[in-house]
């Protein structure tokens, strides 16, 4: 199991951009599809981003899609969400995730993914 930790969130002004990271504890990392959700007060956990195992398949909400970039680092373990001119229904706590093992298929469900970080706040200000 590959363990997940999340940084990078924190206050900022609307319009203004963040890049978030999850660092995996293990080389397993580089089997995983991976994903972004968010979760604001009130609401249920949504899907932000996915990105298969090999970086070359990407899926993204349409809330974010032309605003948010998902990528990895493989030989650094590493996904990364980059959000460009946030918005102040962005704010929520971020979270990264392990699904499915070398698939060519990203779920998109939360319940499709089984290893979780413990989330970083996005805290966007209008």
């Known amino acids: 199991q590959v363990q997940l930790v999340e940084s990078g969130g924190g206050l900022v002004q609307a319009g203004d951009s963040l890049r978030l990271s999850c660092a995996a504890s293990?080389?397993?990392?580089?089997?995983?599809?991976m994903g972004w959700f968010r979760q604001a007060p009130g609401n249920e956990r949504e899907v932000v981003a996915t990105i298969l195992w090999s970086g070359k398949g990407t899926y993204y909400a349409d809330s974010v899609k032309g605003r948010f970039t998902i990528s990895r680092d493989n030989d650094k373990f590493t996904v990364y969400l980059q959000m460009n001119g946030l918005k102040s229904e962005d704010t929520a706590v971020y979270y990264c995730a392990a699904g499915a093992w070398y698939s060519n298929t990203a779920g998109i469900g939360p319940n499709e993914y089984h290893t979780w970080g413990q989330g970083t706040q996005v805290t966007v200000s209008s």
């Open positions: 293990g080389r397993t990392f580089r089997g995983y599809n």
